[in-house]
Nanobody
Framework: QVQLVESGGGLVQTGGSLRLSCAVSGHMFSSYYMAWFRQAPGKEREFLATITPRGLSTFYADSVRGRATIARDNAKNTVSLRMSNLNLEDTAVYYC????????????????WGQGTQVTVSS
C-alpha cells in the first residue's frame, strides 16, 4: 500500500512563494510518475505538474508554467512543488498523486492520493 502525506501549505500573500512537500511511504516509489493537483472550492481538480519516475522529465499546466517547479528525491521518497508569484486564484487544496501509466493530466490515471494541504493566498 502506498500512502502520500502533503505538507507545507498555509497562508501566503500575493506575490509570495511556497514549497509543498509530499512524503510517500510504501515500496516502488521510484517506479511511479508523481504529480501535483489542486482543487478550489466549487471547481474540478486541476492538474498542475508531473515528473517522470527518474525525474528526467517534467510537464506543467499552462496556469503554473514558468512559476512552478516539481522535483523528486527517490532516495528520500519525496516529491515537492515550488511556486512563486502567487495570486488569489492559487488558493486551493493541493494534492500529490501517483500513477503507473495513463495520461499525466487525467485525474483518473492516478491511483494514490494524499489528503491534501490547504494553500490560501491573501492580498
Amino acid at each position: 500500500q502506498v500512502q502520500l502525506v502533503e505538507s507545507g501549505g498555509g497562508l501566503v500573500q500575493t506575490g509570495g512563494s511556497l514549497r509543498l512537500s509530499c512524503a510517500v511511504s510504501g515500496h516502488m516509489f521510484s517506479s511511479y510518475y508523481m504529480a501535483w493537483f489542486r482543487q478550489a472550492p466549487g471547481k474540478e481538480r486541476e492538474f498542475l505538474a508531473t515528473i517522470t519516475p527518474r525525474g528526467l522529465s517534467t510537464f506543467y499546466a499552462d496556469s503554473v508554467r514558468g512559476r512552478a517547479t516539481i522535483a523528486r528525491d527517490n532516495a528520500k521518497n519525496t516529491v515537492s512543488l515550488r511556486m512563486s508569484n502567487l495570486n488569489l486564484e492559487d488558493t486551493a487544496v493541493y494534492y500529490c498523486a501517483a500513477r503507473s501509466d495513463g495520461r499525466y493530466d487525467d485525474v483518473s490515471s492516478y491511483v494514490y492520493w494524499g489528503q491534501g494541504t490547504q494553500v490560501t493566498v491573501s492580498s
